[in-house]
């Protein structure tokens, strides 16, 4: 307790007199004497806030001394800051001498000594009146609580660590009294219990949950707790609870502190034990259902002690495969019942076992005991039972189904060969078929070079071309068909424009469409669309799928083809107001083979692959195709192609080249063993001004080029004798033939076709009927070039 005293310092003073003047000494001398000699710093200022005295208490705590302190700021000696924020707080002093009160210090408040130690403090700060009241000064009172703050902040992490420990166990935790009230518990009691703090604490445990805790073997574990000061383990308790319903729980109890006669605590740990115990029902019910399985299972089942590799048990159907007894499977190795030829090789994949937890075989010959072969498939894997290694084997028979693969796998074998054998054909097929129309056509564009044709023979001429086109476009697409379902096509990808797509392929068609009388609207945007494409591909897309829809529609309908571009797309449409598609035919109208119609007449042609091959090219340009109709009511394909980015590299467009007057006339060498072949292009040359002689072999061809010297070899590959390979590597052999330009007319179109013509020196390759405009272009290329 603090008496604060009010002193007058000499200011005011009335009487002078020497005995009042001895009397003010007297007591200002013995109030110096009471503040040198208390337990604790005492401090005073002046109205100005200089320090005028302090204690010896207070000269230890600041590290001042008396002379040093006097007529020094306040500020200067009794220098404080805050211990969280270490900003500097105001004195009290300053706040009693501007307000006349007393005054405490905050909480946290550190002092900084002289030599810079920092010190805890607390205590009240007073003002100092003189005898007319006013405030003369002020007295500071303070106390270093470093130690106690130290002590009690220990206590309080040792009582926050004891709480932490508890509030962090798993299982439900419970502190008792000796009255067996509940002091605490932890969070996870009130989780699993459903229970609140407020109706926990303070309360007899037996009172818990309106007596839901009254359990008659708790009663008889705390009672031996309390009685005999012995812990208790695993004390097995099962309740039904209102709240959560039955349990199964160990009950743990010890007193604390321990060893004592007179415990002040009892702790209570409950672990909940009931999914545990429905686990072991469970165990017990999926064993009953493990054995069953493994006694009426269809394949066989070993287990194997994993450390030694010998079986200590074998599901019945074991017996059955391998014709032991259970009593031989016993303790024997893997290698003995005739699964591995030998011991090293059963070890050895037991190894693998080891190593890798799991083996499997799929193939894995196996000898019963009465020394009969058999195929099994075979996987053991390893896992723990009751802390042993064990490894569990299962062999399923495979014989039956390896006779039925071997059976598969010839007929698969005899179906690629079949798959094999009608590629050849087809090829073979192509290259026949274009022999004979090579002559057709080179004999159509003849007559139509003759200026007095009457009308019956140009309207013949003009029939016998458009079914040549047509002749020609089927085999092609019999060609194709069977080039792209294989994978053997490889697209030509370049910066191509759409609309130069579009009219080549418009111009193809437009014999047929004049034939059917039908009205063709076409509609391109009026800029230019660009796609990363294989030009001659897409243009086959557009002719197939413009030839489809002037097949089906009657004549003097309308079709319309238009592009546009739709976000980062382009669209191309083909619609007509023919006869449409059947819903039946909707979904398959892309397969392979698929007709609209497939009437006996059968007036319309086709194959059936125009539609699959159109498919396959779009989605290899990564685009889709779909296809709206309804019968009587037209259809509509519309193709989607993705854009050209703009950041795409764009190769620079490749020139096209365009037909020269022919100067001078070039001496051409035709060799075909079909002699109609070459002599319907040989007249076709020589109309066109150049000189030509023709052969119908290898060898011939090879003495004609010596002894005709041309400028110009137009070279059928399948000849007899030397075929058109060898006889292009034997001209290429020759210094005098290294100019000559050599071209393969041929009805060999794949991919490889042209490879091989390029290895033999072929400059060109076109295939047969070779259209005679570009080998006009072609022939007018070589003069361009030999007279420049």
């Not at 946290?108 to 000064?137: C, F, M, S, Y």
């Not at 037991?350 to 058999?374: F, M, N, W």
């Not at 060999?748 to 080998?775: C, I, M, T, W």
Request: glycine content about 6%.
């Amino acid at each position: 307790m603090k008496c604060w005293l009010t002193i007058s310092l000499g200011d005011g003073m009335t009487d002078t007199s020497p005995a009042n003047v001895e009397r003010l000494q007297e007591q200002r001398d013995w109030m110096r004497t009471a503040l040198a000699n208390i337990g604790e710093g005492v401090l005073t200022t002046d109205i100005g806030g200089d320090v005028t005295f302090l204690n010896s208490v207070a000269e230890s705590i600041t590290g001042w001394t008396l002379q040093e302190a006097v007529g020094q700021p306040l500020d200067s000696i009794f220098r404080i800051i805050n211990q969280e924020t270490r900003q500097t707080v105001e004195s009290p002093t300053v706040r009693a001498l501007r307000d006349g009160k007393i005054v405490g210090l905050a909480n946290h408040t550190l002092l900084i000594t002289k030599d810079g130690a920092e010190h805890i403090i607390d205590d009240n700060a007073a003002p100092i009146r003189n005898d007319k009241n006013e405030v003369a000064g002020a007295v500071l009172v303070f106390r270093d609580i470093t130690e106690r703050y130290r002590y009690e902040r220990a206590a309080e992490l040792a009582l926050a660590y004891a709480d932490d420990i508890i509030a962090t166990l798993r299982e439900p935790f419970l502190v008792l009294d000796r009255n067996l009230r509940i002091k605490t518990a932890n969070g996870s009691f009130y989780e699993s219990f459903q229970v609140s703090k407020e109706e926990t604490e303070n309360r007899l445990i037996y009172e818990l949950g309106d007596g839901q805790w009254d359990i008659p073997r708790l009663r008889t574990l705390l009672h031996e707790v309390l009685s005999h000061h012995n812990p208790v383990y695993d004390f097995e308790v099962e309740h039904d609870f209102p709240a959560i319903g039955q349990r199964s729980m160990l009950l743990n109890a010890r007193q604390f502190p321990p060893l004592t006669s007179n415990p002040e605590l009892i702790l209570l740990a409950i672990e909940d034990i009931t999914v545990h115990k429905k686990a072991e029902v469970a165990v017990q019910t999926s064993e009953v259902r493990y054995r069953r399985l493994f006694e009426s299972a269809k394949d066989g089942i070993l287990i194997l002690d994993a450390d030694t590799l010998k079986v200590i048990d074998a599901n019945p159907f074991m017996t059955e495969l391998l014709g032991y007894s259970y009593d031989e499977f016993l303790g024997k190795e893997l290698w003995e019942i005739g699964l591995f030829s030998d011991k090293q090789a059963s070890q050895a994949a037991y190894q693998e076992l080891h190593e890798h937890g799991y083996i499997r075989y799929d193939h894995l010959p196996l000898k019963t005991k009465s020394g009969q072969q058999a195929e099994v498939e075979f996987v053991s894997n390893r896992y723990q039972v009751a802390n042993r290694n064990v490894a569990q084997c299962n062999i399923r028979d495979i014989s039956e189904r390896k006779l039925l693969e071997r059976k598969l796998k010839e007929k698969s074998d005899a179906l690629a060969d079949l798959h094999r054998r009608k590629d050849e054909f087809l090829a073979m097929l192509s290259h026949e078929l274009r022999n004979p129309l090579a002559p057709i056509s080179n004999a159509v564009h003849l007559l139509g070079l003759r200026k007095d044709e009457d009308r019956i023979q140009q309207k013949a001429r003009s029939i016998i071309e458009r079914q040549l086109t047509q002749l020609t476009r089927l085999v092609d697409d019999l060609m194709e068909v069977s080039r792209i379902t294989s994978g053997r096509v490889q697209l030509r990808l370049d910066r191509v424009v759409v609309s130069g797509i579009v009219e080549r392929a418009v111009e193809s068609i437009r014999p047929l469409i004049e034939q059917q009388g039908h009205e063709l609207t076409v509609s391109l945007p009026p800029k230019p669309i660009w796609l990363n494409a294989d030009a001659s591909r897409l243009e086959q897309v557009v002719v197939n799928l413009l030839t489809n829809a002037a097949k089906y529609t009657e004549a003097g309908g309308h079709m319309w083809l238009t592009v546009q571009e739709e976000g980062t797309d382009c669209v191309l449409k083909v619609r007509d107001t023919g006869v449409g598609i059947a819903p039946d035919l909707l979904p398959i109208i892309f397969d392979l083979f698929t007709q609209a119609e497939r009437s006996l007449d059968r007036s319309q042609g086709g194959l059936g692959i125009g539609l699959a091959l159109v498919q396959r090219l779009v989605e290899m340009h990564g685009g889709t195709i779909s296809v709206v109709s309804a019968l009587g009511q037209g259809s509509e394909f519309v193709v989607r192609v993705p854009l050209m980015l703009a950041d795409e590299p764009q190769s620079p467009a490749t020139p096209i080249e365009t037909a020269k007057p022919i100067s001078p006339a070039l001496r051409v060498l035709v060799v075909d063993d079909n002699e109609d072949t070459a002599a319907s292009l040989a007249l076709l040359l020589e109309e066109s001004g150049h000189e030509v002689r023709t052969a119908h072999d290898g060898l011939s061809a090879l003495e004609a080029a010596l002894n005709y010297r041309p400028n110009v070899v137009l070279l059928d590959i399948g000849l007899p004798g030397l075929n058109g390979f060898e006889v292009a590597k034997r001209l290429r052999q020759q210094p005098e033939f290294q100019s000559v330009v050599l071209v393969a007319i041929t009805g060999y179109g794949q991919e490889s076709d042209q490879q091989d013509s390029l290895d033999a020196g072929f400059n060109y390759h076109l295939v047969k009927p070779a259209d005679f405009r570009k080998v006009q272009e072609l022939l007018a290329t070589v003069s361009a070039k030999a007279t420049s």
